[in-house]
DNA sequence: CGCCGATGTAAATATTTTTAACATGAAATG
DNA sequence: CATTTCATGTTAAAAATATTTACATCGGCG
């Protein structure tokens, strides 16, 4: 009689093979089901079915665990939020309100990613790691503020760096608080998408966009 | 600051006398330090210099001892922001840009509030009383933003609600990326205060705001 | 006074955190 | 091929936390 096979976890000896992995999942799974607050080493180790000693062989301590989760959270957002933007194709106007609805639509299907990325109060000061990986995900916000502004006149060109800031501002507050339809948040008429690509279109208006004669 | 929250430490008998406020000063301090994370009833009850069991008293579990911290904050939030706008005078935009302020003041000045508040999980859902309180606050932002609309020409007048929500979103977001000076948060060469008025003023401009005919 | 509810303590148990000593196996080394 | 090494797990144990239960103290109220 064999009694392993089929379901479950493969069969694994003494050595777990992928344990590094595998916590990160566990620690996503309790994100996702608990909160930042509710991610444990033991609880963790449980999940991957190994003693609450083994994660200490992968991560120093809670945060370093919460800071790989944030760090590969980075990593997916920046892929994200560049294939949204396309290199501005067709058209600068209309690529960044599709990498808009990609952001919300990142924190909306990767809500624990989001969380660990900017509310678990993962310090940036002691990763350098971490804190180049935000800034790789900001640089696509960057550069596409970068293309949206070189069509202004140059004369009342703001500058590209404060729109990303502005736009990236108000994308994360929109995301953060209402843009999580599960549990404990704020519900509001319109949807987080919608509120954003509006939010957008206003502050875009204010800075003199779309200068396109074809829109009111 | 450790025993009571009165004046000098008075030697206390078997009764704290003030414990339950004294936890929520615990809690405060704990934030502050180490995150909603940090938050332990018994460090909070060593804190208060009482015995581990003594917070259930007063409190079912950390988590609705956070829940009483953000429902405080939410209140100072509410008085704050309704102080600086100060029923629009001596003029809504003006007023309009103070509150602003007075919101990254917030943030600043109590980030342990403000963590509680809009970064630790705390569930809307089964609290009314913390519902009833975040309203209230944005209701402060919601009645100004109707005073800066109504000065609009009424065809082109966007939803009061909407706009409220759209600088909720960009003050919480500037707030929560770059508001607070502490360890952990991302450098940019603007100030958080300048950061959030120059994006208000574009998005107002976006609106039709200021319609006042001496400005640019 | 004597009870009674609110508030705190003590003690006990379960879980978590963290370290230290030991075990396993796979890959490198000779 | 034997052995050595090292990353990776396990056990065991100590300290801290969480949480419940039974008991203690105090103030108020009949």
Redesign the interface.
């Known amino acids: 009689m064999k009694w392993n096979q089929d379901d479950g976890p493969p069969p694994r000896g003494y050595h777990h093979g992928n344990l590094k992995e595998t916590l990160i999942r566990a620690a996503l799974d309790l994100i996702a089901r608990k ?3 509710g991610v444990t080493f033991a609880e963790a180790a449980r999940f991957a079915g190994v003693s609450p000693a083994a994660p200490y062989r992968h991560f120093r301590d809670r945060d370093e665990l919460l800071a790989n989760v944030a760090l590969r959270g980075f990593g997916l957002f920046e892929a994200a939020l560049a294939r949204a933007w396309d290199d501005g194709q067709p058209e600068p106007l209309a690529a960044f309100e599709r990498m808009g609805r990609a952001y919300l639509e990142f924190a909306r299907t990767e809500p624990a990613y989001y ?1 660990a990325m ?8 002691d990763n350098q790691e971490l804190r180049a990986a ?1 800034e790789g995900a900001f640089g696509v916000i960057r550069t596409a503020a970068e293309r949206l502004v070189a069509q202004l006149p140059p004369q009342g060109r ?1 500058p590209a ?2 729109v990303a ?2 736009v ?7 995301a ?3 843009g999580r339809g599960d ?4 519900k ?3 949807s987080p998408d919608e ?1 954003l690509e ?2 957008v ?7 003199g966009l779309p200068s396109d004669p074809a829109v009111t």
């Not at 900017?118 to 000061?125: H, I, K, N, Q």
């Open positions: 909160g930042p607050s969380s900017f509310e678990a109060g993962v310090p940036l000061d935000g703001p760096l404060m800031l502005h990236w501002a108000m994308a994360h507050g929109i953060s608080l209402f549990a404990g948040r704020r509001v008429p319109m509120l509006a939010g279109l206003v502050y875009l208006r204010g800075l």
